[in-house]
C-alpha cells in the first residue's frame, strides 16, 4: 500500500493549514494512479492554540504558565508550549495541547510523566524517590580538620610536568558552617613550588581535580599555607579524596535531597550541584543523629556534582535519595513520546495542561 508521511516540527499550523497538507499529498498520490493510501506518521497532530501577550520574554519552546511568562519549576499553572519564541509584550501563540516539542532540562525517556523544570523546560515528574547514590561511606580519617579559619596551599613532592598549572578543588565550610570552596592551581612551572589559596576553611569535606582528571605519579599536599599542617593528601593517580560522582543518578528533577546515615549520627554530609535556579550551589547538611538519621537539604537540586565525604564519620554507610516528598499529581503537565537523550535535546510531548 502506499504511503503519505507528513512531518514538520518546526511551524505552527492551522488545522486548515493542515487539511490543505494532506489534500494536496493525496492529489499527488491520485495523480500516480494509487487509489489506497496509508498515512504513516503524522507526528503533530491538529491542535488548538491560545493567542497571548507576553508579560515577560518566552524561549521557544518553553511551557507557559496563565501569568503569560515562562512556568516556574513545579508550577500547577501550566497551560501549554509556545512553540516559538515571544518577546516581551509581543504577541504569540501558547499551544494548549496535542503533541508538541518542549526543551528537556534532563534526559526523558517516552512514557515519562513531566513537570517544570528549570526555565519553563521539562523535567521528570517522580511519583517515588530517585536514588542517588545507594551507599555513601565516611573518609573522615582521611582529613585532618585546621584548628582555625585558614588558607591553605598545595603543592607536590616533585615535579610533575602533566599536572602544572592543574586545578584542584578544595570544599569545606567557613567559620559559621556555611559551605566554601576554592580552586588552586598547581604552580605552572614547577609543581614543587607551593600554591597557596586566599580562603579561610575551617573544614574540608573534599578534594578533586577541576578537570576531573587523575593525577600524575606525584601526591598533592593540602596545607596550611606557608608551609603549615597537612590537612589531607590527594594521591597520585586519582582524581579525588572524599568527594564521590554520584553513582546511581546525577539528576535530582527539582527535588530537595534526603541524607541518610547510622542511627545517632551527626556528622555532616556535603552536596554540590546545580539548583533549580540554575546556579552552581553546595549545601553542607547535619544528620539529625535520629533512628534513623536523616537531614533533608535547603537546596532544591537540579543535578548533582559531588557528595562530599570527609566530615562524615569514618566508615559509617548512608545513602543519598531525593525527597520522600514526591512530586504532586498538579505539577503534572504532560506525557513524553518521543525521548530527548539529553538537557537541551527536544522531547516531543502530549500536553496536559495543568493549570
Known amino acids: 500500500m502506499p504511503s503519505i508521511t507528513l512531518r514538520d516540527l518546526a511551524s505552527i499550523h492551522t488545522p486548515a493549514e ?23 506518521s503524522v ?5 488548538t492554540g491560545l493567542a497571548i501577550t507576553a508579560g515577560a520574554a518566552i524561549a521557544a519552546k518553553r511551557l507557559v504558565a496563565v501569568n503569560k511568562q515562562v512556568a516556574a519549576v513545579d508550577s500547577t499553572t501550566v497551560i501549554g508550549v509556545a512553540p516559538a519564541a515571544i518577546a516581551l509584550g509581543s504577541k504569540g501563540l501558547v499551544e494548549t495541547g496535542s503533541l508538541q516539542l ?16 528549570v526555565g519553563g523546560r521539562a ?8 536514588t542517588i547514590q545507594t551507599t555513601i561511606t565516611g573518609e573522615a580519617s582521611a582529613f585532618t580538620q ?17 599536572d602544572r598549572g592543574r586545578g584542584i578543588v578544595i570544599e569545606g565550610s567557613n567559620a559559621s558552617g556555611q559551605a566554601i570552596s576554592e580552586t588552586i592551581s598547581l604552580n605552572a612551572t614547577n609543581t614543587t613550588t607551593p600554591s ?33 599542617a597537612t590537612v589531607c593528601v590527594l594521591a597520585g593517580s586519582t582524581s579525588e579524596l572524599g568527594a564521590d560522582i554520584p553513582a546511581q543518578s546525577r539528576e535530582a528533577y527539582c527535588n530537595e535531597l534526603t541524607i541518610t546515615g547510622p542511627n545517632s549520627n551527626a556528622s555532616y554530609v556535603t552536596i554540590v550541584g546545580i539548583d533549580s535556579t540554575d546556579t552552581a550551589a553546595r549545601e553542607r547538611a547535619q544528620l539529625n543523629g535520629g533512628s534513623p538519621s536523616t537531614v533533608t537539604t535547603n537546596t532544591v537540586w537540579r543535578y548533582i556534582d559531588r557528595i562530599c565525604l570527609g566530615e562524615f564519620t569514618n566508615a559509617a554507610t548512608g545513602s543519598v ?17 518521543t525521548a530527548a537523550a539529553a538537557r537541551g535535546d527536544d522531547a516531543l510531548v502530549l500536553i496536559k495542561p495543568n493549570a
Open 321 to 337: 535519595k531525593t525527597n520522600a516528598t514526591t512530586d504532586t499529581a498538579a505539577m503534572k503537565c504532560g506525557v513524553v513520546v
Open 123 to 130: 523535567t521528570k515528574h517522580t511519583t517515588s524517590q530517585t
Open 146 to 162: 585546621p584548628g582555625a579559619a585558614t588558607a591553605l596551599e598545595i603543592v607536590q613532592a616533585a615535579n610533575v610536568p602533566a
Open 18 to 40: 493542515w487539511s490543505g497538507s494532506l489534500a494536496q499529498a493525496i492529489a499527488q498520490a491520485d495523480a500516480e494512479g494509487q487509489t489506497s493510501y496509508l498515512v504513516a
Open 102 to 117: 518542549v526543551t528537556a532540562d534532563a534526559p526523558l525517556a517516552a512514557g515519562d510523566s513531566i513537570k517544570v523544570g
Open 196 to 228: 597557596a589559596g586566599t580562603t579561610q576553611f575551617t573544614k574540608v569535606s573534599a578534594v578533586y581535580t577541576a578537570d576531573g582528571a587523575v593525577l600524575g605519579a606525584q601526591n598533592v599536599t593540602v596545607r596550611a599555607a606557608g608551609g603549615g
Open 43 to 47: 507526528i503533530r497532530l491538529l491542535s
